[in-house]
């Protein structure tokens, strides 16, 4: 019995592996912030090519989801259910709500799912943009460069159909710092400046 374990954990893991090495890869994959700033509401786009077409499913929610991703560092993005301030694109058409099965960012990890619904097909070497907007996408107080965590095409299951070679980055800008002198730098510059003065009224008494 205690060698079952083992046997399945291995098993589960080459299971993953081969499906990890038959997967497409998303091709001109790109995160951009329409405000890139500390602490700053931002529309945030995600662009992608697909390599697989993708099918929504007969039965609800078994379909492939057309993009998922979580832990999308340097944003704080507000969970909920999509409506008009997560918009999706297909080679630049808008793919209506009545397409998706689900379309969500969920409060756990914050995963942003979008899900096929049956008789909607999304063909291989789509052009993808999804668009979240600012409304529910806030950047970190912490400037940076972050990347996401996952970024992939799924099957309803969790297994991976297409995603990106390397995952996308994108930079977080944090204030330059302001130069500022010491106290003792203060003491001198201030030292400086009056005998600078002294020596401007020494000169204008000579000459008067």
């Not at 509401?41 to 929610?61: E, K, M, N, S």
């Not at 999804?130 to 529910?136: A, K, Y």
Request: charged share 10%; hydrophobic share 45%; aromatic share 4%.
């Amino acid at each position: 019995m205690k060698h079952l374990i083992p046997a399945a954990i291995a098993a589960a893991a080459l299971s993953m592996t081969a499906a990890a090495a038959s997967a497409g890869t998303l091709t001109n994959v790109s995160v951009t912030l329409s405000d890139n700033r500390v602490s700053q509401p931002t529309d945030v786009t995600i662009r992608f090519t697909t390599a697989t077409v993708l099918t929504g499913g007969a039965i609800p929610f078994a379909g492939n989801s057309l993009f998922v991703t979580s832990g999308m560092g340097g944003l704080d993005l507000v969970a909920g259910p999509c409506g008009s301030d997560i918009v999706v694109r297909i080679d630049g058409a808008v793919l209506p709500g009545s397409a998706l099965e689900d379309c969500q960012i969920s409060p756990v990890s914050l995963w942003v799912q979008i899900q096929l619904k049956h008789g909607t097909t999304v063909a291989a070497g789509s052009n993808v943009e999804i668009v979240i907007d600012r409304s529910r996408a806030t950047t970190s107080a912490t400037g940076g460069v972050y990347s996401t965590n996952i970024f992939r095409t799924a099957t309803q299951g969790g297994i991976i159909i297409d995603a990106p070679a390397t995952e996308p980055t994108y930079t977080v800008v944090a204030p330059a710092p302001v130069p500022t002198l010491t106290e003792w730098a203060m003491i001198g510059l201030s030292a400086a400046l009056a005998g600078f003065a002294a020596l401007t009224l020494q000169r204008r008494r000579r000459l008067a």
